[in-house]
């Protein structure tokens, strides 16, 4: 039986799934996210991520608390040029403060910014 051309098949798919799982999400900080029945996708404009040390990432550049709301509004208003309605993705540690979390969201509605907070 000609099985060859089989094994060269399968191992081109197996590496190109192996790649494309990888390449998910390239910008995003891995955190401890809580658990919940609902699942939301949105289109992921701007990715801010808290980790369990409080710090404050937009993308993978991390950003201090002072300056936060500065950057934040600057990065809504750079995106409001190619999309109407910038989105805001905020990615927390299960420990990072709720209080901060609001905070990320009143910048972005403040901005007139959708946010979506990234809770599973």
């Not at 089989?6 to 900080?29: K, Q, S």
């Not at 939301?40 to 990432?57: H, L």
């Not at 950057?71 to 999309?83: F, G, H, P, Q, Y």
């Amino acid at each position: 039986m000609f099985t060859d051309s089989l094994n060269d098949i399968l191992f081109i798919l197996l590496m190109f799934f192996l790649i494309t799982t990888t390449m998910a999400n390239p910008n995003v900080v891995k955190v401890n996210n809580p658990r919940a029945t609902k699942d939301t996708k949105a289109k992921q404009n701007i990715v801010i991520s808290i980790d369990k040390d409080q710090n404050f990432f937009i993308g993978q550049k991390m950003v201090g608390k002072n300056s936060l709301d500065s950057v934040l509004s600057a990065e809504i208003r750079k995106w409001r040029a190619t999309v109407d309605t910038p989105t805001v993705v905020i990615n927390a540690d299960t420990s990072a403060f709720y209080g901060e979390v609001f905070r990320v969201m009143r910048i972005a509605k403040k901005d007139t910014a959708k946010v979506v907070a990234n809770v599973k």
